[in-house]
T-cell receptor
């Protein structure tokens, strides 16, 4: 069966460290993979998108990798800050001609000062 | 530009009733997707409408339905409400392709008692 798994439900790190979140999927061949941030009581907010033929994408302190052989994406936040505390969701876009997204369960990141 | 607007923000309904939720997408976006978010199941895809046509459907019973109007505004309806339908319902507006970001509304919190 198809599955998307984010490595842990919660991740606690110290301010200034790098947070690494994992997204693994099985029985999918996604064309794109996206990462979103969600704060309590709010809708998800888009962070980064990576294509199946891209290995890595960066945006400011954020970096995403995409390994279609391992069927895994890693999401890194460098120099983390307490304001980065939120739930991070990975989402697969199964094809280019749909807005449908398939979400993982999310990882809640807590950055302690 | 204005974001995605969902109304109402909160709803309390009784089992057996029906409910209609509304979503106004970002101007120019033709795709509206609906998701159900619960603590146990995470974000689950309900359906996507594109140019007034249902383009994709998730694995939900027929009690869940939707429609999209010519101005791209969308509604979703849940009939014969069950306690398990209590959730945060999110709509996402996009250009309708997997390589474009989705913009989410704040959601409608539905409680069924």
């Amino acid at each position: 069966s198809q599955k998307i798994e984010q490595n842990s439900e919660a991740l606690n790190i110290q301010e200034g460290k790098t947070a690494t979140l994992t997204c693994n999927y099985t029985n999918y061949s996604p064309a794109y993979l996206q990462w979103y941030r969600q704060d309590p009581g709010r809708g998800p907010v888009f962070l980064l998108l990576i294509r199946e033929n891209e290995k890595e994408k960066r945006k400011e302190r954020l970096k995403v990798t995409f390994d279609t052989t391992l069927k895994q994406s890693l999401f890194h936040i460098t120099a983390s800050q307490p304001a980065d505390s939120a739930t991070y969701l990975c989402a697969l876009a199964p094809s280019s001609n749909t807005g449908k997204l398939i979400f993982g369960q999310g990882t809640t990141l807590q950055v302690k000062p | 530009k204005a974001g995605v607007t969902q109304t109402p923000r909160y709803l309390i309904k009784t089992r057996g009733q029906q409910v209609t939720l509304s979503c106004s997408p970002i101007s120019g976006h033709r795709s509206v997707s609906w998701y159900q978010q619960t603590p146990g199941q995470g974000l689950q895809f309900l359906f996507e409408y594109f140019s007034e046509t249902q383009r994709n459907k998730g694995n939900f019973p027929g009690r869940f339905s939707g429609r999209q109007f010519s101005n791209s505004r969308s509604e979703m309806n849940v009939s014969t409400l069950e306690l398990g339908d209590s959730a945060l319902y999110l709509c996402a507006s996009s250009q309708g392709a997997g390589d474009t970001e989705a913009f989410f509304g704040q959601g409608t919190r539905l409680t069924v008692v």
